[in-house]
């Protein structure tokens, strides 16, 4: 009996239901973090087409933890730097791997790697979404507000300021799926993809959310619990560096715009950081920063990812 593989490619592909079982599971993990055995003789491959802090190391030490290996691969190192195709390349490291985690510059690479691969591809980060990041996000808000189920995030109001990036898009659908309360303020000219944003709205009417785009900032932060902002250069666009700190300066979350935001409000942020320039220091090292425990939570998320793609079973 063949068995249909579990990737995680975006939020969209995920249930509501899918991703309370991945949240419930990583809180379950992080609450008695010890070695285990389910996810053993499995080895994960890891291919890296950008750098990397957070995603190699927490996907490495989630596998080694469950019993697993994970092998690093860069995709210079790779027969794709000289051309071999993404298909032979998925149908080749489908005879050797348990799983695949692709770090890429194209959301279409990840994509196709998933299509001809037989065994599970997580997307790590591409140029359109970033979903293993926004599942520790909303861990950190179940911890940071002390909620007890998945469903109670909609008592919250999530605020976005910033590029409309694959960070916007990932929040955007997990809103959607989730029935959240979001919206995401950038400038012109930089709004989130036309078609993530009505993909984003059909799923917020189905599941009673709010996802909305506006180019002000104070006016999104009002009464947000949760602000959240990235870098205003990706990796890629260094080139737009300048013309982007130009642009954005008005989207910095400093004191002054966080004032507007909710009382018991807290700060998230992805990383790495830009001091200076999408957030000020005294923010991110501000009592109302969570962006260690977002850190942190990769690794636990990581790990229900893992056993929810590859198999392993829940903990007990």
Request: aromatic content about 4%; hydrophobic content about 45%.
């Amino acid at each position: 009996m063949t068995h249909a593989k579990h990737d995680l490619l975006s939020m969209a592909a995920l249930s509501a239901s899918d991703i309370d079982g991945l949240l419930t599971e990583a809180r379950r993990l992080k609450a008695r973090r010890r070695p285990e055995q389910r996810l053993a003789g499995k080895t994960l491959g890891m291919i890296f087409e950008k750098p990397s802090t957070r995603t190699s190391v927490s996907f490495a030490v989630a596998m080694v933890e469950l019993g697993g290996h994970a092998l690093t691969l860069d995709a210079r190192n790779l027969q794709i730097g000289r051309g071999e195709t993404m298909a032979d390349t998925a149908r080749t490291l489908s005879r050797y791997l348990s799983g695949l985690m692709m770090r890429a510059n194209r959301h279409a690479d990840v994509e196709e790697l998933a299509l001809h691969a037989d065994i599970p591809v997580i997307n790590g980060l591409t140029d359109k979404e970033h979903p293993c990041q926004v599942l520790a996000d909303l861990q950190t808000a179940l911890e940071a507000f002390r909620l007890k189920k998945t469903a109670d995030l909609r008592r919250l109001r999530f605020a976005y300021v910033g590029d409309g990036n694959n960070m916007t898009h990932s929040w955007m659908l997990a809103a959607g799926v989730l029935g959240l309360q979001f919206v995401a303020a950038t400038p012109a000219g930089y709004a989130p993809d036309a078609d993530v944003q009505k993909k984003a709205a059909a799923l917020a009417r189905a599941s009673g959310g709010s996802v909305e785009v506006t180019r002000d900032p104070a006016a999104a932060v009002r009464g947000a619990d949760v602000v959240y902002t990235d870098v205003w250069t990706s990796m890629g666009q260094e080139a737009e560096a300048e013309k982007r700190r130009s642009v954005f300066r008005p989207y910095q979350i400093n004191d002054q715009l966080l004032s507007r935001a909710a009382p018991r409000a807290v700060v998230m942020h992805c990383l790495p950081a830009h001091r200076g320039e999408e957030i000020t220091a005294a923010v991110l090292e501000g009592p109302r920063s969570v962006v260690f425990d977002q850190a942190e939570n990769r690794l636990h998320v990581q790990k229900a990812v893992l056993l929810h793609c590859l198999g392993g079973g829940r903990s007990r």
